[in-house]
């Protein structure tokens, strides 16, 4: 397909200028030119495929320079840019200087909020309707789109509640679809499915008369209805969950139904009440293996997404009968070049879960991403998806441990900062043994600035009593999770990144964790290295790396796995700095409060040195999207950058000597 419209959308006001008979051929153009590009380089897709139709209809009804458009996690934003402006950005989509994947307020003012994290799209509508209205700009209109997974998260519900008093127009849209990234869970998702049966608009007017009679007369609903359009007369809900968070509720309809969504939209524009639109969405919709199997094509790699023809293939093999739907797993992944740390943590898991029945396993609707789903299959009756709602799963871990389970709660670092009071009175405060796990510490690359763990450390470090543990590999994962296990005295975290583990690791046999022991991988040659480097998790491997450079160009160096960054390893920095060795930290984590911080304020407490410490870690700026290793290098975490660093280090402390020895032979000579 040429995609001859989408050509000619520069913004908005080139979508307004088709008719509505053209704009279903606009939809099928959309989802052409995002199928095309997520083949390339993957990126979000079941998630915007879903929402062609409403996005095209609300930018055609509303004028969004004007009006507020805030999409909830913002992975389903596609569509959005690609109707306003952004279309040559997208072939870079998620790389350095192409497009984000998620709202950027950076790339466009369409773009209101730089967000990632589920949640945020009501409460921050809220505040806009409250703000616009004060200062004299309540006519800018308030839309929110959110998903059937994050309308459930605790902050979402919050902002309903409150939106549910607003006395002007406000608008929020559930896209339903019955999927998060996986299954959705709770009673609410339980309750959306009953009402999972999509009515076309013909079959909603049949139902126009009745639905007058199931509104209470004399109801300020029998009185909307009287003052409504035709649409929504037929589609209004009653008895609708949100009806009692003070929302009148129309739906569900058909989310792709696009000459019915723009009718409604011009009908609900302008209520001056706050409105709560249900659709029922297809995740996916369009590409039919990802129709199938929406999970999967939640976020596929580059080369899953087979392109226009690859998928006339699949829709042939489906017609003839050659291929299930539920059979499209034939579209395979690329091999991701070894092992995952997710991966690693996953068999770790089942192996403690081989051992002890107390161990059960937590995600906050995230089985796929933290490796909980493989766990599952092992073990499901102990495997807990508790919904996208981190603060719950952090609080089911605490009351978990205080029955006596030992509870692992595997979440994405950048997800358990939406958990941080109940990590510190739930958990720490009364010493519960949680485990937490964090996965994607550290830059994770094309998600970009919201999604990296780069403040795990120091968010948690400052509870009294918690241990924090980073494995640098494999095997140091599985002594880490052991550890974990047996340690009954306080909440511990382990972080680990994005990446994969070494196919060699650097010791043949890993020791087992001790509280507070870092582990020698390295001796430095001589009895007094040039430098000693303390890595904390992965980076072992890249200050591995960086020393045979190093030792190439004749220094001596020794190397450390931290292993804890709470409580760290006193008696050894003790031992260097007393013995006159430089010492470097390196880790990838922000620099304040990262484990680098932590043994800064080790020394300082216990009254030594800190002249001769150098840290390595992120520097205090957003890292935008880009690959992982480019945001390692940017932040002079790979190996090249870290020898560099060491090097100029060294440099500067023994220039200082020299300065020093220099100076005080002057002043024995003056004297
Ligand atoms: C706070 C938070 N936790 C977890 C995630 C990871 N995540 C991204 S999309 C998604 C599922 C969202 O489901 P839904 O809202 O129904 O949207 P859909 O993907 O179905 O379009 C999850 C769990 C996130 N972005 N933010
Ligand atoms: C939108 C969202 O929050 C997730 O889909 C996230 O992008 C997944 O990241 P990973 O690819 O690291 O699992
Ligand atoms: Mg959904």
């Known amino acids: 397909m040429p995609q001859d419209l989408l050509k000619t959308i520069n913004g908005p006001h080139d979508l307004k200028a088709l008719s509505v008979d053209q704009l279903p051929q606009l939809a099928d153009e959309l989802r052409e030119c995002i199928c095309d590009q997520i083949s390339r380089t993957g990126g979000h897709f079941a998630s915007n495929l879903c929402v062609v139709e409403l996005t095209i209809a609300l930018h055609y009804v509303f004028d969004f320079a004007q009006d507020r458009l805030l999409f909830d996690v913002g992975h389903q934003c596609y569509p959005h840019k690609l109707l306003t402006g952004r279309q040559k950005l997208f072939p870079e989509l998620k790389t350095k200087g192409g497009m984000a994947g998620f709202p950027e307020p950076r790339e466009s003012e369409f773009d209101l909020f730089s967000v990632g994290h589920a949640g945020t799209a009501i409460p921050t509508a809220v505040g806009m309707a409250i703000g616009d209205t004060a200062i004299g700009e309540g006519h800018r209109r308030c839309v929110s789109i959110i998903g059937d997974a994050s309308i459930i998260n ?33 009673a609410v998702a339980q309750y959306f499915d009953r009402i999972r049966v999509s009515h076309t608009f013909d079959d909603l007017k049949k139902r126009g008369k009745e639905i007058l009679e199931m509104i209470p007369g004399g109801s300020y609903l029998e009185d909307f209805y009287h003052r409504s359009g035709e649409v929504i007369k037929a589609a209004i809900s009653t008895g609708h969950v949100f009806e009692h968070f003070g929302h009148v509720c129309v739906g569900p309809l058909d989310g792709h139904d696009l000459p019915t969504l723009v009718d409604l939209f011009n009908e609900v524009k302008d209520i001056e009440k706050p409105i709560l639109l249900h659709v029922k969405t297809v995740k996916g919709k369009g590409y039919v293996p990802a129709e199938g199997d929406p999970f999967r094509f939640h976020a596929p790699k580059a080369g899953v997404v087979v392109n226009g023809n690859g998928e006339k293939k699949v829709e042939e093999a489906l017609s003839k009968g050659e291929l299930e739907k539920s059979d499209c797993s034939v579209v395979k992944k690329p091999a991701c070049g070894g092992k995952s740390f997710t991966a690693a943590f996953a ?15 937590i995600t906050a609707a995230m089985p796929d991403g933290t490796g909980l789903d493989k766990v599952a299959e092992a073990y499901p009756d102990r495997t807990i998806d508790c919904g996208l709602a981190e603060s719950l799963g952090m609080d089911m871990a605490a009351g978990m441990a205080k029955s006596g389970l030992k509870p692992f709660y595997a979440v994405y670092s950048t997800f358990s900062q939406r958990a941080l009071d109940q990590t510190f009175q739930e958990v720490a405060l009364q010493g519960l043994p949680v485990r937490v796990c964090m996965d994607r510490a550290g830059y994770v690359g094309g998600d970009g600035a919201m999604m990296h763990g780069f403040m795990d450390i120091a968010m948690n470090a400052v509870f009294p ?61 001589g009895k007094k290295p040039d430098v000693a480097v303390l890595a904390y998790g992965v980076m072992v491997y890249t200050a591995a790396e960086a020393i045979r450079e190093l030792e190439g160009q004749g220094y001596d160096v020794a190397l450390y796995d931290a292993r804890f960054a709470k409580p760290v390893d006193m008696g050894l920095v003790t031992e260097l700095i007393e013995g006159g060795i430089p010492v470097v930290t390196v880790e990838d984590h922000g620099i304040v409060g990262g484990f680098g911080t932590m043994v800064l304020e080790g020394c300082n407490e216990a009254g030594l040195r800190t002249d001769k410490l150098k840290r390595i870690a992120h520097p205090e700026k957003w890292m935008y999207q880009d690959s992982r290793g480019g945001q390692l290098k940017d932040a002079g975490l790979d190996a090249t950058g870290v020898a560099s660093t060491i090097r100029k280090f060294l440099d500067k402390l023994s220039h200082d000597v020299n300065v020093d020895v220099k100076t005080k032979s002057s002043q024995q000579v003056a004297k």
């Open 154 to 186: 605790g902050v979402s519900m919050e902002g309903m509640n409150y939106a549910g008093t607003l006395n002007r127009q406000f608008l929020t849209i559930l896209n339903d679809n019955g999927m998060a990234i996986g299954d959705p869970q709770g």
């Open 347 to 361: 068999d770790g898991m089942k192996g403690l879960m081989a051992k002890d029945e107390k161990v059960y396993a």
């Open 465 to 525: 009593d918690v241990v924090m543990m980073a494995p640098s590999d494999e095997s140091n994962f599985n002594a880490g999770l052991e550890f974990m296990r047996g340690y009954e005295k306080s909440a511990t975290f382990i972080r680990y990144p994005r990446d994969v583990v070494a196919a060699e690791e650097l010791q043949a046999d890993v020791p087992k964790y001790e509280l507070g022991k870092a582990n020698l991988i390295k001796k430095a040659k």
